[in-house]
């Protein structure tokens, strides 16, 4: 049967204590602040919550429209199905999935966290959804040691990429992705991911591509790819995965003026590499950016920084206050670039 349906993706809006009832029928929303971490299922929609303070942040996540054309199946008509197995809440209509699962606490994350990937992505495949093209990932207490010696980030990397390994995903497919930490509690994993559309993946020439950083930063690397692009008929999207002041594998810049100024110059250095692949997002812009800082004291120039140098619609560059993957980090920056052809 061939049917004309409309290609999607899926795209956050953010809103400050504002419960999800009103927003227009989400496929997820993850809240950001609450006493009670995990993942559960209700009307249809994946909610996630996330340890941390007031004011909560919530993050919904509805599907987009990017193009159309004639396919072999029955995206079109496939309705909205969720569900909750083997501990991953999941969700998905038509040609996109939103996926999610929250780990305990433990003494080590390596084979708690390379479990639950695998669980997380093989569920994905089984679904109909074999392209992941953006991940998330949040623990508490990122920059300390395990009760082993090593550093949280470290040990949750190395369950990653165990998981990827295991799973036969190559370096060159690693989606764009997050890592930050949580003011307490286990790991959060959410992931989006596209029923036909495989995002192509974009590396920053400042930056080592972070799968070849050398072993100084751990036994495994951290999977990800700078960016991923998502490109349709009528619109492209570029997801930028966390950025923060690094040039080769090395942090650089000591003061926050010095990492705000690096950060903002290898975005736009990603920026340029996507263009030359993909010229219309030239004419782009971010409609939505998630800025993360160490220090409260910092909220007003990042956010000022930020906004001046890529403004965004009032309301999506929402600051969580959190520990980023470097102890000696103090920013980092994501975001959803869309240009409309």
């Not at 409309?6 to 809006?13: E, I, S, T, Y």
């Not at 695998?118 to 679904?127: A, G, V, Y």
């Not at 495994?220 to 966390?242: C, D, H, K, N, W």
Request: some cysteine; proline content about 6%.
């Amino acid at each position: 049967m061939t049917s004309s349906f409309k290609r999607r993706v899926l795209v956050p809006h953010y809103a400050r204590g504002t419960p999800v009832e009103t927003a227009h029928n989400p496929l997820a929303c993850v809240r950001y602040g609450g006493d009670e971490a995990g993942v559960e299922v209700a009307q249809g929609c994946v909610f996630m919550t996330l340890p941390g303070p007031s004011p909560v942040l919530y993050e919904t996540w509805h599907p987009m429209q990017i193009g159309e054309q004639q396919a072999e199946g029955t995206a079109s008509i496939i309705p909205r199905m969720a569900g909750k197995e083997s501990g991953i809440g999941w969700n998905c209509e038509g040609d996109v999935l939103f996926a999610a699962f929250w780990v305990q606490d433990q003494p080590e994350l390596c084979d708690a966290v390379q479990t639950h990937y695998e669980r997380l992505i093989t569920l994905s495949r089984q679904k109909g959804f074999p392209h992941i093209y953006r991940m998330w990932n949040y623990l508490g207490a990122i920059n300390q040691d395990n009760e082993y010696g090593e550093e949280r980030y470290r040990d949750f990397c190395r369950g990653r990429a165990q998981a990827f390994d295991a799973l036969g995903v190559e370096l060159t497919a690693l989606p764009a992705a997050t890592g930050i930490g949580l003011p307490a509690g286990g790991v959060a994993v959410y992931l989006i991911a596209h029923r036909v559309m495989q995002g192509v993946n974009v590396e920053n020439p400042s930056q080592l591509p972070a799968y070849h950083y050398p072993p100084r930063y751990g036994r495994r690397s951290p999977s990800f790819a700078r960016a991923t692009v998502m490109e349709g008929e009528s619109q492209t999207v570029l997801y930028l995965s966390g950025t923060a002041s690094i040039r080769g594998h090395e942090s650089v810049g000591h003061t926050l003026d010095e990492q705000l100024a690096i950060t903002i110059e290898t975005i736009h250095s990603l920026r340029a590499a996507a263009e030359k692949r993909f010229p219309c997002l030239q004419a782009g812009r971010f409609e939505s950016m998630k800025l993360y800082v160490r220090h409260p004291k910092d909220v007003s120039a990042v956010q000022a920084a930020i906004e001046r140098a890529f403004p965004c619609p009032a309301g999506q560059a929402p600051l969580l206050v959190a520990d980023i993957c470097r102890a000696e980090l103090l920013v980092e920056v994501e975001g959803i670039l869309l240009a409309r052809h």
